[in-house]
């Protein structure tokens, strides 16, 4: 049980320390402490960011054995903004990566995206 492998379309989420994927293998999230937060950067951001920031493929796993309470806290932009890089990030030597959309819209394509286990911003990437 649990939440299957996604990354938020939020501009930032900040979770209790979960675990984490690399090369297919999901691994746990280094803390020192049981208490400390981690930040996800969503896709909003990533786009936002011109890709400075990638949004982290993620997932929620329970256990029958533990006891877990999780928290998330999210901002996400105001659904008839613009999603778009941001003008300080884009000059002719490094254009826009992505093109621009509506946040509404964009919630749609995140939403079909996750019930297909796929990343929504990789369809706004624009090719060289």
């Known amino acids: ?3 299957k492998p996604h990354s938020d379309g939020t501009v930032i989420t900040v979770l209790l320390v979960a675990r984490g994927a690399r090369d297919g293998v999901w691994y746990s999230v280094p ?3 049981t208490h ?4 996800n950067v969503g896709e909003s ?12 493929v ?12 999780s928290l998330a806290m999210l901002y996400a932009v ?3 903004r613009v999603i778009e890089p941001t003008a300080g990030l884009v000059d002719e030597k490094r254009p826009s990566l992505y093109q621009k959309m509506i946040a ?3 919630l749609v394509g995140l939403s079909e995206h996750f019930s297909r286990g796929t990343r ?4 706004l990437k624009i090719s060289p």
Request: hydrophobic share 40%; net charge negative.
């Open 36 to 39: 400390a937060l981690l930040i």
């Open 78 to 80: 105001d659904p008839e």
């Open 1 to 3: 049980m649990g939440i």
């Open 31 to 33: 803390s020192s402490s």
């Open 45 to 56: 951001m990533e786009v936002m960011s011109n890709g400075m920031f990638r949004s982290p």
């Open 120 to 123: 929504f911003v990789d369809t």
């Open 58 to 69: 993620h997932r929620v796993v329970t256990s029958a054995e533990k006891q877990r309470i």
């Open 104 to 106: 509404r819209d964009f």
